[in-house]
């Protein structure tokens, strides 16, 4: 046990203090007078008297005798002893009457104290004028920690109060002693030096003169309460301040949304009104929100308060200020312990900036950036959504006509220009409400909602096209036309992919019948349905090896000697068998695959060039086919010079055969090209001669080897007396340039012995060989024998 001198009291860490001045303790009230005579009454006349009043009585009783009989002593002796015995007995009864009253109140007195000292759950102390705990209770020393009330005897009150709150405590010990009670709320520690809460009062002790004797100082022990009032009033500040600085809104509403239980400051910025209109007004909000969004709002809210459900809803508000901003809210439903929603509470929060990037991010996605027309992704998102709603609409697929050709000679920069006219010009001709796109390349697609009328289709397809008439002066290009292909929900589809592949296929069939026209889905025919699914087929079919050579051999007249051969390339068709390059080679070189597939001509025919020289042929002549568009390609001269290298061909062994329309797409690209080829070694032969623009003034610009006279003109010899003298003349004038004449087409003999007269150097027809693979060609009886260990399969290659 510690000695009383030893113990100090600790120094605590005052959080907050407070002093009263007790008014009230200025008397007791009335109704506490009252308990206290209903105490004493019912208390105090059950004690019994104790000796020591017995013989005061005693002795008063005696002594008011005496007086008695002394008073009377001039009467007889009987008298005076019956007065002395009266008056002794009578005073012994008053006084002992008086004693008993006295003794009672005493008691009751300290029965109540004693009542309520254990009543009492507060540390009650007495102290002295300077001070010092004179006593402090039983449960007073426990919630002080001590051992025993004694260990706290003497000690210095003031000195427990080593912090904030001493002051506080001082001005209550001299409120106290100047009379007035007087209450205060701090901390001081323990024995143990434990940090308490108190309520203290202290009230002034007056002995019998009136004036301050002692003090009783009561303190109620509140740390509890006091640590959770700290623990909620940070919680309280730390949501203030959460509040305050993070923009979100939230709030509690009732379970129904009709009144407003909170909501945090942030709504300020983020609604622009104010808490407090709002819980004037709960719907203030609801006002804000732009008109197109409020039902779906209002059905959120009404589905969270009848299911009972978690809810999250998006919408866009139009604050005080003007300013439109986007705002994501989520609310949960609470419910109390017989499972009733008792709130709902919730989060708002400004996601205008996330709605603007995901729309940026949106734009992206779903737009063409050379034009800023919807993509393909966004046409298929639209046409998905109309097919799910059943809202009627017509699909136009809108295709430029031979646009690579104006791509190359235009040039990319002209022809990008182009395309953006094009579509701002489709776009212009159009409702509001429709969609254009740009599906890649040359190719737009319109989406006209709610029209499936043929007739009013027809009539905006025609406003279309009219649009690329030369009246059309906005246009980079002079004499841009396009083809167009039209399918409609639902008669040619009830999915987006039937739709675009039917438009896609009525475009084909536009294209093929003369393009500059639009066709209906139903329009096209089967032969075009056929020529649709190979060109879907043709990119897989290199890759597939379906393609192969056929080759003719080119004769010279009188011996009739194969001086070369022609490779011809056909496609053998999973479905379909061998399919003639004049169903695939315009696919191909409409989109551009003709490049990949022409190179892979030239590889496979010198390849089998190779083989026949190798076998003893060495001047057989290869000739290869080579389109405008393998023509404007960069590559061309590296693929041949490669396939070249790689087979060992001598370059004059070959000879490239260009039409006279591939080679006036471009003059003079094709100019330079050709001398490129020509310094290779290589020879030129117009292909088709006569066919084109016919003059013969390009025989001298491109000045080729040799001109390949069309079949159309052989056809009419024998026949046509003007067809006759038109092939001696191109073969005369050919002469002369020093050009050699080959003729197509040879069918008859008579045909043949023209040409021999006319001085024709070679000439190509089924009366001599047909086109066939290279096996075939050795053992072709017309044909000069080509060495059967030579006609190894071009496949291998
Ligand atoms: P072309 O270069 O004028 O080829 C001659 C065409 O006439 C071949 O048709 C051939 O089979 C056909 N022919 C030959 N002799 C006769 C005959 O006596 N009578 C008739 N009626 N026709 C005859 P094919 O094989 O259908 O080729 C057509 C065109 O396809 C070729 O015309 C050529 O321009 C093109 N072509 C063929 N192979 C290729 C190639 O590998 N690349 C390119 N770019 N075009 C090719
Ligand atoms: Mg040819
Ligand atoms: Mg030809």
Redesign the pocket.
């Known amino acids: 046990m510690r000695s009383k001198a030893a113990w100090r009291p600790k120094k605590t860490n005052p959080i907050e203090s407070r002093v009263d001045s007790d008014a009230h303790a200025n008397g007791w009230s009335a109704r506490n007078q009252q308990f206290l005579s209903y105490f004493l009454s019912r208390f105090g006349q059950r004690r019994a008297v104790p000796v020591t009043s017995l013989l005061i009585a005693t002795s008063a009783g005696v002594g008011i005798g005496a007086l008695v009989n002394q008073a009377v002593s001039e009467a007889p002796i009987t008298v005076r002893l019956a007065l002395s015995m009266v008056s002794g007995v009578a005073g012994l009864a008053l006084v002992r009457r008086k004693l008993a009253f006295d003794h009672a109140q005493h008691s009751a007195a300290i029965a109540l104290a004693g009542g309520l000292l254990h009543a009492n759950r507060d540390c009650l102390k007495v102290l002295s004028k300077d001070g010092k705990m004179l006593r402090v209770s039983e449960h007073g020393a426990v919630l002080m920690e001590a051992e025993s009330p004694e260990q706290l005897a003497g000690a210095d009150w003031l000195e427990f109060w080593t912090g904030e709150d001493r002051t506080a405590a001082e001005k209550a010990l001299a409120d106290a002693l100047s009379g007035s009670s007087s209450s205060f709320t701090g901390s001081c520690a323990t024995t143990k030096g434990r940090t308490k809460w108190w309520n203290s009062t202290l009230t002034p002790v007056r002995g019998e003169n009136g004036a301050v004797d002692a003090l009783l100082c009561a303190s109620e022990d509140v740390t509890q309460q006091s640590e959770l009032l700290k623990t909620l009033r940070e919680r309280d500040e730390l949501m203030h301040e959460m509040e305050l600085h993070v923009r979100l809104v939230f709030y509690s509403y009732s379970s129904h949304f009709e009144r407003c239980h909170h909501v945090s400051a942030g709504v300020e910025s983020v609604f622009g009104i104010t808490p407090e209109e709002l819980s004037n007004r709960p719907s203030a909000w609801l006002d804000l929100v732009v008109p197109e969004d409020r039902e779906p709002v209002l059905a959120e809210m009404n589905r969270i308060a009848s299911e009972v459900a978690e809810g999250r809803f998006e919408y866009r508000i139009r604050r005080p200020d003007g300013c439109l901003r986007w705002i994501r809210s989520t609310a949960y439903p609470v419910r109390d312990g017989a499972a009733n929603v008792v709130r709902i509470v919730g989060v708002s929060e400004d996601v205008t900036l996330e709605q603007e990037r995901l729309a940026a991010l949106d734009h992206l996605a779903y737009t063409d950036g050379l034009t800023g027309l919807a993509n393909r992704s966004a046409l298929i998102r639209h046409m998905k959504t109309l097919c799910r709603q059943n809202v009627a609409f017509g699909l136009m697929f809108v295709d430029l006509d031979r646009f690579k050709v104006l791509n190359d000679t235009l040039g990319h920069t002209a022809a990008d220009r182009l395309l953006q006219d094009v579509a701002k010009a489709i776009q212009g001709a159009l409702r509001p409400d429709s969609c254009v796109a740009r599906l890649g390349g040359d190719e737009f697609a319109v989406i006209v909602r709610g029209d499936s009328d043929r007739a009013s289709l027809a009539r905006l397809a025609q406003s279309l096209l009219n649009l690329f008439s030369s009246d059309a002066k906005d246009l980079a290009a002079p004499f841009v036309t396009a083809s167009i292909g039209i399918s409609i929900f639902p008669e040619h589809g009830c999915e987006h992919e039937a739709l675009l592949t039917s438009a896609d296929i009525a475009m084909y069939a536009a294209k093929k019948g003369g393009r500059n026209g639009f066709r209906f889905a139903d329009e096209a025919s089967s032969d075009v349905l056929g020529d649709f699914e190979l060109e879907r087929n043709l990119p897989t079919a290199l890759a597939s090896d379906q393609f192969i050579l056929?080759f003719?051999g080119i004769h010279e007249p009188a011996s009739l000697a194969v001086k070369g051969v022609?490779?011809?390339?056909r496609w053998n068709h999973p479905a379909r068998g061998l399919v003639?390059?004049?169903s695939f080679?315009p696919i191909l070189e409409e989109s551009g695959f003709?490049v990949e597939v022409?190179a892979w001509?030239m590889d496979a025919a010198l390849a089998q060039l190779a083989v026949w020289q190798a076998a003893g042929k060495k001047e057989l002549s290869m000739s290869?086919?080579?389109?405008a568009c393998?023509l404007r390609d960069d590559s061309l001269v590296a693929i041949v010079d490669q396939a070249l290298r790689k087979h060992r061909v001598p370059p004059r062994c070959l000879q490239i055969?260009l039409?006279e329309s591939a080679l006036m797409q471009n003059p003079t690209l094709a100019q330079a090209t050709l001398m490129a080829l020509k310094r290779l070694g290589v020879r030129i032969a117009i292909?088709?001669f006569g066919t084109g623009y016919s003059s013969l003034r390009y025989l001298a610009d491109f000045s080729p080897d040799i001109v390949?006279i069309d079949?159309s003109f052989t056809a009419r010899l024998g026949r046509d007396a003007a067809a006759a003298s038109i092939v001696r003349g191109i073969i005369q004038m050919s002469h002369e340039l020093g050009i050699k004449v080959t003729a197509?087409?040879?069918?008859t003999n008579q045909q043949l012995h023209a040409l021999r007269d006319a001085g024709c150097d070679y000439v190509?027809?089924?009366?001599l060989t047909?086109?066939m693979n290279a096996e075939n060609l050795v053992h072709c009886e017309n044909s000069v024998p080509l060495s059967a260990a030579g006609a190894a399969s071009y496949r291998a290659y």
């Open positions: 056929h003719q022609e490779a011809l390339v003639g390059p004049g080679i003709i022409g001509v290869v086919n080579v389109s393998q055969e039409t292909d088709d390949k079949r197509e087409g040879v069918e190509q027809g089924y009366l047909k086109p």
